[in-house]
């Protein structure tokens, strides 16, 4: 009996690898089809207008499903389902771009796909924070998100060579074969799993009828309640948010200086890296230090890469810049999630998740459409600026935030 509590580990040690290798082989697919995408929307005669309304579109469809999923994550006994379903509708769809002929077309299958997206996505980190305590939530992410972005480095290559000798539709149909192996670990890897109570008793995986009561009649009950730190943050990233747009808009940025369409992959690519190297230690890093601090930093540094998008003094300058993104991305992603997570009760984690999520998509579809239409009325340099701008004063309102609340360094 008491050597209970150290046969946990090994299952939160396969829990956590198992979404790793799943995040793995589904960004392969993704990462595949979406750096051609662009490009590929350009022979059916679409432009930024068609692209800003296709990913604004399918955005605000995932900002939905995740508020939908996050609320049913807290009250679902078996949240697995829902996750594997999720891959698995993904994975179906995006070979089906190999056989379209116009791009509302594109539209439905990029509508299904964050639509399966959304719904899977805060009962998977539901799951990943009941596997692991709070002080190691930022490792867990990380590692997960470090996995992920390895496979948005495979996927780039694997398209790239792919694109240079058999054309953009093999592309997607190529895509078929990581996300089936997605689904299957998903399948046969991922476990439930039920954190202990203090007593040593587990802890049921859902409110009790009594539990429910007491919510729906007392919002502002404990086990329901979000803290005012959690809609601090939540202002600051629905602001960076509006000027986030689809990165669809860098690569179409980078055509528009002068990179070619068939190195479109190699862009994804070289971000990526920096994406998989740092996403870890970041993660490692805000377990030890205040998390506002590294994800403001973040924003500091996406307004940089596009302050120089909107700049584009050479294509030199495009490719460092694109590098760079890549350390954006892990200061913020992973960093954020635990940050949200560690902010409320445990009864609550989906719906802070799912809020969190869909505050931040509505804004990102605003931003897609805003970018869009900028870009048509007073040219590509414009909406780069307005984006560097958002992210400076959200990476303020981040620090005053941690200031606020008195964060101060983890032991």
């Not at 997206?117 to 799951?127: C, E, L």
């Not at 008793?201 to 005012?228: D, F, Y």
């Not at 809020?355 to 048509?376: D, H, P, Q």
Request: positive net charge; hydrophobic residues 50%.
């Amino acid at each position: 009996m008491p050597e209970r509590p150290a046969e946990r580990e090994p299952s939160a040690a396969r829990n956590i690898y198992a979404f790793g290798i799943t995040s793995f082989l589904n960004d392969v697919a993704t990462e595949m089809a979406y750096w051609v995408l662009p490009a590929f929307l350009a022979t059916l005669g679409a432009g930024p207008a068609q692209l800003g309304l296709i990913e604004g579109i399918a955005e605000s469809v995932a900002s939905f499903s995740q508020l939908f999923s996050g609320y049913l994550a807290d009250r679902i006994q078996r949240r697995k389902p829902v996750v594997v379903a999720g891959y698995f509708i993904a994975n179906a769809v995006k070979p089906l771009l190999a056989v379209v002929t116009a791009w509302p077309q594109i539209l439905l299958i990029r509508f299904s796909d964050r639509l399966s997206k959304g719904f899977r996505a805060a009962p998977r980190d539901v799951m990943v924070a009941e596997s692991v305590p709070k002080n190691r939530l930022g490792s867990a992410y990380g590692l997960i998100q470090s996995m992920d972005s390895a496979g948005a480095i495979a996927g780039p290559l694997i398209a790239l060579m792919m694109l240079s000798r058999f054309g953009i539709r093999s592309v997607f149909w190529a895509a078929a074969v990581p996300g089936a192996l997605c689904v299957l670990v998903a399948l046969l890897g991922i476990r439930e799993r039920r954190r202990a109570a203090p007593g040593g008793q587990p802890r049921a995986a859902v409110p009790t009828a009594e539990k429910l009561k007491t919510s729906a009649a007392s919002p502002s009950g404990e086990g329901i309640k979000l803290p005012s730190s959690f809609h601090f943050v939540l202002i600051a990233v629905t602001l960076f948010s509006l000027g986030n747009s689809s990165d669809m808009f860098l690569v179409l940025r980078a055509q528009n200086v002068g990179i070619r369409v068939g190195l479109a992959p190699l862009l994804g690519l070289v971000f990526n890296i920096t994406y998989t190297l740092a996403s870890w230690p970041a993660g490692w890093f805000s377990d030890r230090v205040s998390r506002r601090l590294v994800a403001s930093v973040g924003y500091v540094i996406f307004a940089a890469v596009y302050f120089v998008f909107a700049r584009a003094p050479s294509t030199l300058a495009i490719w460092i810049a694109m590098a760079v993104y890549g350390f954006y991305y892990a200061l913020t992603q992973p960093v954020l999630k635990a940050l949200v997570v560690e902010s409320v009760g445990e009864d609550v984690r989906g719906r802070a998740l799912g809020i969190y999520f869909f505050v931040t998509s509505v804004a990102t579809l605003a931003a897609s459409l805003i970018t869009g239409e900028l870009w048509k009325i007073y040219g590509a340099g414009i909406p780069f600026y307005f984006s560097a701008g958002a992210a400076l004063v959200a990476a303020a309102l981040l620090q005053g935030a941690w200031r606020g609340n008195n964060v101060s360094f983890k032991g």
